[in-house]
């Protein structure tokens, strides 16, 4: 059977099941106001100690899925070493074993306000959740995109196949396509592998998001490293398409159905044709997330990615806009701006009290592993919802 995907029965059938589920301890918090929510990582669940890109997807039980790219593990102590014999002085001594390791991707199932970790491998030799035995670290891994409820009762996790084409990581950092899995809510395990019908560099399923009609999937190049240079001369992101969000449409579930695009004027079926439907002005990168809500389409963006210091807040009564900013947050690093950044801002799948929750990642810019690379969230106003005087309080008017 070829495994040009089109029917989630011919997505069965391509691509191993690879690296058996890891069961970890919950970690539990008081409660899942923004506060509680900024300290998860504080607590290292599943010994995860940082983590980026945070995506949270709701689950029909009550559950949540959390999706994370890098997450950093710390290893457990070696095993002590003993001899019989006496040491032989053969050159300089063994480096010391590491002391934590970087997972390209890992879940995280939210009961209530417990999380427990979803990654393979073992204690001693933990792996990815996603695509493990494909994963060479550094060189070609897989980063989670969104993931959304097919027709068929089960959840599809969209995910960017990346490869490193320079001398370190993170310096000519290529996507190669969108692979799809599929996840079996009783065990959270993934059951089968494949392609997306549109499984190019577009990346479409960046976003999803549903309405009582339809599933969209919005695109994003996600080429952030060694391209064109960014304020301070370091290639970052590739800026002839990093503002560029086109978006693709199926029946809603239907998510192996041929899509249509939207094309400036209607949906159609070349992808070709697609066009960028955020607003691009002043908006050199758009990794936006879009979520259908009380009638209407919203989206967060974190602008700019690493070089914004600004959330927008954007809503249209249409999946392709035209899209209106109806606010911004200002999106405060966690130490000095000339050490520290942030990017990628995402929607929290409830709300607090009348406010959306809105989670924003952070790090270095020299990328040293510390308590900085944990997420934090904050609240953000609904369309409407707030007097000017107050917004001007809470937000950038």
Known sequence: MACGITTALTVAACGAIDGPLVPTAATCLADLRPGALST???????????????????????????????????????????????????????PP??????????????????????????????????????????????????????????????????????????????PLGTRVVGVDLATMSVDFVGHPPNDGTSLYGFSITNDSRWTYLYGQCHRQFGWDPGPFGIPAHDLTCAADVPVARVPRGHLFDPPAYWDGHRWQPDPSRAVAVMPTQGRGVNPSQVRWDDGEFVAV????????????????????????NYARLPAAPKCAAAVCNTYFASWVPWNDGHDYLVGLSHNRW??????????????????????????CELITC
């Open 40 to 94: 998860l990582f504080d607590r290292e669940p599943g010994q995860i100690i940082a983590a980026d890109y945070q995506r949270a997807v709701a689950l029909p039980d009550g559950r949540t899925l959390w999706l994370f790219q890098d997450a950093t593990i710390r290893l457990p102590p070696a095993p002590p070493t003993t001899t019989t014999t006496m040491p032989v002085d053969d050159g300089p001594p063994e």
């Open 97 to 174: 074993p590491p002391t934590d390791r970087v997972l390209h991707n890992i879940g995280m199932v939210q009961t209530g306000t417990c999380f427990e970790v979803l990654r393979s491998g073992t204690a001693a030799d933990p792996r990815p959740w996603l695509f493990p035995a494909e994963t060479i670290q550094y060189g070609h891994w897989f980063w989670p995109l969104d993931a959304t409820m097919g027709s068929d009762g089960k959840l599809y996790v969209f995910v960017a196949e990346m490869v490193e084409q320079g001398p370190l990581y993170l310096s000519a950092t290529v």
């Open 301 to 324: 963006t974190k602008v700019d990615d690493w070089f914004g210091s600004t959330i927008y807040l954007d809503r249209a009564s249409a999946a392709q806009g035209p899209w209106t």
């Open 366 to 391: 020299d990328g040293r592993l510390s308590a900085v690379n944990r997420p934090t969230f904050m609240t953000a106003p609904k369309p409407g919802t707030h007097a000017l005087a107050l917004r």
